[in-house]
């Protein structure tokens, strides 16, 4: 596939399509647009943090510290099929109805979690979560190669990274506080309180620049049940996956078997829901999207275990071991805002790499806390060098993909993107999983935990998939 020129990159039909004289993204013809989806991010963000804060609270609560890292898979297995679901939405009829039922089935998810009684039914509600999750990150990519110029992508992937900052500070603080005294379940009864704002803002200016299919001309064509097909498969597998990876016991074999026989065709067959050439890292769109998954997975894998550590190793607060993942949220849009900058363009892929390198850093360093000697601020220096590293490439990744993508490819190959950072995720929290509770990870507890391999064993890993991860960068480029 060759590189699209940024000219390109437009929409017969909708308003970018004959030029950009609407001045930036919060000139008169974007603002409305930028407000609105920008806070569809925000409400993203703060739940990310809220929760990643409450979360070892509600496991040790439900007896369900074995299952942690399940927490956060179900989220991102049930997401890969709403990806797919939601790139064949938006080519067909728009992007309007996915973000639209994605962000209500978003708020029924936490719903659900925060009413629980068991790990099990709380899991249960992270998967919900997570396929109206699906459903919005694949609608928002195909609003902003829609309405926005190609000029303006970059900053508005940047401003999206900058989405990031006040939740990163302020939910630590605010979902610690009411875990600390009215209880981790009134974190996730509280959010979706928020969802009113993003719907009465995103929904109305979606439907005025971004709405109906890429081509209006061409007849509406049904979905591809192949595909639908292939996402469940991909759900499925990535589910029996991350249950194996948690029973460790000799029939654990059978549902492993099951769920690499879901996956194979799914991913790395002659119609895979993946580029072909994903998993080889063929140059171009194939390694940007190999890429996203292997920069997703290592990262959020790492992070999603932070709180736990400090919590149960170091005797930290739910609302200081938050904080300090707070300053990654800065350093995330400062990287974010390097990369979007003109003169930057030539040097995206050397700036990708070095992105990588930083990354594999941060996981390397966060758990030298586990030694009483370290001061618990080295994790916050440390993800706060990640995270710049993380906004750099991220944002890149995102960049590329419309850069490399036709307009009517752009809901399908933006799903791929996505697919291949939610099963990163889901298969690395299986496998970081896996080793966390083989190594006494379930019965830790207490500031003098005696297994602080069971951590090591988590990070040590993803720290290697980092490293794999700068090769690949080097690969984005077409030519």
Not at 65 to 79: D, E, G, H, K
Not at 87 to 101: E, I, K, N, S
Not at 170 to 190: N, S
Not at 428 to 449: H, I, K, Q
Request: charged residues 10%; proline residues 6%; positive net charge.
């Amino acid at each position: 596939m060759s590189a699209l020129e940024p000219s390109d990159v437009r929409v017969a039909g909708h308003p970018c399509a004959e030029g950009d004289e609407g001045g930036g993204i919060l000139g008169r013809e974007h603002r409305a647009l930028s407000m609105g989806i920008v806070t569809v991010v925000l409400l993203i963000a703060f739940e990310a943090t809220a929760v990643a804060t409450a979360m070892p609270v509600a496991a040790r609560d439900l007896d369900g510290v074995s299952l942690y890292a399940f927490a956060f898979s179900a989220y991102f297995t049930t997401s890969l099929f709403g990806m797919v679901v939601a790139g064949q939405w938006a080519d067909r009829r728009g992007p309007l109805g996915p973000l639209g039922v994605g962000i209500s089935g978003f708020a029924a998810g936490l719903l659900w979690s925060g009413t629980a009684l068991n790990m099990w039914t709380f899991i249960a509600g992270r998967a919900v979560q997570g396929l109206g999750g699906g459903l919005v990150i694949v609608a928002l990519y195909v609003v902003m190669g829609r309405a926005y110029p190609a000029r303006l992508q970059p900053t508005m992937m940047a401003a999206f990274a900058a989405g990031w900052v006040v939740p990163s500070v302020v939910g630590p603080l605010v979902a610690g506080a009411v875990t600390e005294q009215l209880g981790w379940r009134w974190v996730f009864l509280g959010i979706p309180a928020l969802v009113v704002f993003p719907l009465a803002l995103a929904l109305p200016a979606t439907r005025r620049m971004a709405s109906g299919p890429a081509d209006p001309s061409a007849p509406v064509e049904p979905f591809d049940r192949r595909r639908i097909g292939l996402a469940l498969a991909i759900s499925v597998g990535a589910g029996l996956l991350q249950y194996a990876g948690q029973d460790l016991g000799w029939l654990s074999v059978l549902p492993f078997a099951a769920g690499v026989a879901f996956l194979g065709p799914a991913v790395a067959g002659r119609r895979a829901l993946l580029p072909h050439g994903t998993w080889r890292a063929a140059r171009g769109l194939p390694s940007v999207v190999l890429l996203r998954g292997i920069t997703a997975g290592s990262f959020v894998v790492a992070e999603s275990f932070v709180p736990l550590m400090l919590v149960t190793q170091r005797g930290l607060t739910p609302t200081m071991a938050g904080l300090s993942l707070a300053v990654g949220g800065v350093t995330w849009a400062v990287g974010s805002s390097v990369q979007a900058r003109p003169r930057m363009e030539a040097y995206r892929e050397r700036m990708m790499v070095v992105g990588m390198v930083l990354v594999a850093l941060a996981i390397v360093f966060a758990p030298s806390v586990l030694v009483a000697a370290v001061p618990v601020w080295v994790v916050a220096v440390a993800w706060g060098v990640g995270c710049f590293g993380m906004g750099m490439v991220i944002t890149s990744t995102s960049v590329l993909l419309l850069k490399l993508s036709a307009p009517h490819e752009a809901g399908a190959n933006s799903a791929a993107l996505q697919i291949s950072d939610g099963l990163s995720n889901a298969l690395l929290l299986a496998a970081g999983g896996a080793a966390f509770a083989a190594l006494g990870g379930g019965s830790v507890s207490g500031p003098t935990g005696s297994h602080p391999g069971a951590f090591l064993a988590v990070f040590l890993p993803m720290a290697g998939v980092a490293l794999c991860g700068t090769w690949v960068a080097g690969r984005v480029r077409v030519g």
